[in-house]
């Protein structure tokens, strides 16, 4: 059973930064992609960043340059750090996990919960 849990997610005023957080527990982690999508209110969910197991990376446009998306094998552990934050970056963000899909388009496997990421002007 795969289970993925999210932390790191607060409020912050526009040009601080957040790190995000996502433990894995039940898979053999460094084989799979994995990546943080986002999904506001009234809005659909989208990709932020993925990482593959060979470490090839890929970011939305309008975060490249501010976030930083990584993955600790030892650790089971993926992280986005995510600087100069846009009230426009205010969502929930999720982590997400797959054996075989690779991209930014939600169709992974496993997701977690969630944590909110409030940006405020």
């Known amino acids: 059973q795969v289970q993925l849990v999210e932390s790191g997610g607060g409020s912050v005023q526009a040009g601080g930064s957040l790190r995000l957080s996502c433990a894995e527990f039940g898979y053999t982690y460094s084989s799979y992609c994995m990546g943080w999508f986002r999904q506001a209110p009234g809005k659909e969910r989208e990709g932020v960043g993925v990482?593959?197991?060979?470490?090839?990376?890929s970011y939305a446009d309008s975060v490249k340059g501010r976030f930083t998306i990584s993955r600790d094998n030892a650790k089971n552990t993926l992280h986005l750090q995510m600087n100069s934050l846009k009230p426009e970056d205010t969502a929930m963000y999720y982590c997400?996990?797959?054996?075989?899909?690779?991209?930014?388009?939600?169709?992974?496997?496993?997701w977690g919960q969630g944590t909110q990421v409030t940006v405020s002007s």
């Open positions: 990482i593959g197991g060979d470490g090839f990376i």
């Open positions: 997400a996990a797959d054996r075989i899909q690779w991209g930014l388009l939600p169709y992974y496997t496993y």
